[in-house]
């Protein structure tokens, strides 16, 4: 079993910058691709961006590309993502995942890829 603590939400103003971490614990030997998700109130979970851990490579959606980095610290079992120049409409839970399978890059971004799941951190994002 895989667990994920997120943390590193809080309350920013627009045009502001958050850093989210998530450490993962204890069997990460066995993981994959980890993945940033976000969820808004009556929204749909929506897939941010993924690292393939062992090879680096990230995917991005089109609504954070430039804005948002996605990386991993494989010393510290440690995922981040930077946020910057943050809006209104980037106001979410956010969550990170992993799995523990090769995943194509289609499917990297989408949820039921992902069997381990952070409890979430809150993000507001204030004009």
């Not at 920013?12 to 940033?36: E, F, N, Q």
């Not at 440690?78 to 809006?87: D, V």
Request: glycine share 12%; aromatic share 12%.
């Amino acid at each position: 079993q895989v667990q994920l603590v997120e943390s590193g939400g809080g309350s920013v103003l627009a045009g502001g910058s958050l850093r989210l971490s998530c450490a993962a614990s204890p069997y990460t030997r066995s993981l994959w691709y980890m993945a940033w998700f976000r969820q808004a109130p009556g929204k749909v979970r929506e897939g941010l961006a993924a690292i393939w851990i062992g090879a680096g490579s990230t995917d991005y959606a089109d609504s954070v590309k430039g804005r948002f980095t996605i990386s991993h610290d494989n010393t510290k079992n440690t995922l981040y993502l930077q946020m910057n120049t943050l809006k209104p409409e980037d106001t979410a839970i956010y969550y990170c995942a992993a799995n523990d399978h090769y995943t194509r890059g289609a499917e990297r971004l989408s949820p039921s890829e992902y069997g381990y799941w952070g409890q979430g951190t809150q993000v507001t994002v204030s004009s």
